[in-house]
Nanobody, 116 residues
Framework: QVQLEESGGGSVQAGGSLSLSCSMTGPPIPTVTLGWFRQAPGKERAVVAYIDSTSNSGRLIDSVKGRFTISRDNAKRSVHLQMNNLVPEDTAVYYC?????????WGQGTQVTVSS
């Protein structure tokens, strides 16, 4: 099973930026989709963005369009989430995930806190 490790979380003021990265280790099995979920306090984990390995096109939820960008580097087996113009509602634990032929793998999560 692949393993995922996130980095880049932290605390910023509203309007600031953060960049999250997720690196994959383990067997070099094909990855269909890479992406990010987030879980805010008291809420369920929900998808934020994902990117398909075949088309390499990213999808974002409406609330982050124009502010977040997802990209992947297949050679480095990594996925990145650039987050600009952050708002307090973006505060959450962000989880990287990977869908492979063996199922879905998750990272341990990284905290993003946006203060007003």
């Amino acid at each position: 099973q692949v393993q995922l490790e996130e980095s880049g979380g932290g605390s910023v003021q509203a309007g600031g930026s953060l960049s999250l990265s997720c690196s994959m280790t383990g067997p070099p099995i094909p990855t269909v989709t890479l992406g990010w979920f987030r879980q805010a306090p008291g809420k369920e984990r929900a998808v934020v963005a994902y990117i398909d390995s075949t088309s390499n096109s990213g999808r974002l939820i409406d609330s982050v369009k124009g502010r977040f960008t997802i990209s992947r580097d297949n050679a480095k087996r990594s996925v990145h989430l650039q987050m600009n113009n952050l708002v307090p509602e973006d505060t959450a634990v962000y989880y990287c995930y990977a869908d492979t032929q063996e199922g879905r793998a998750w990272g341990q999560g990284t905290q993003v806190t946006v203060s007003s």
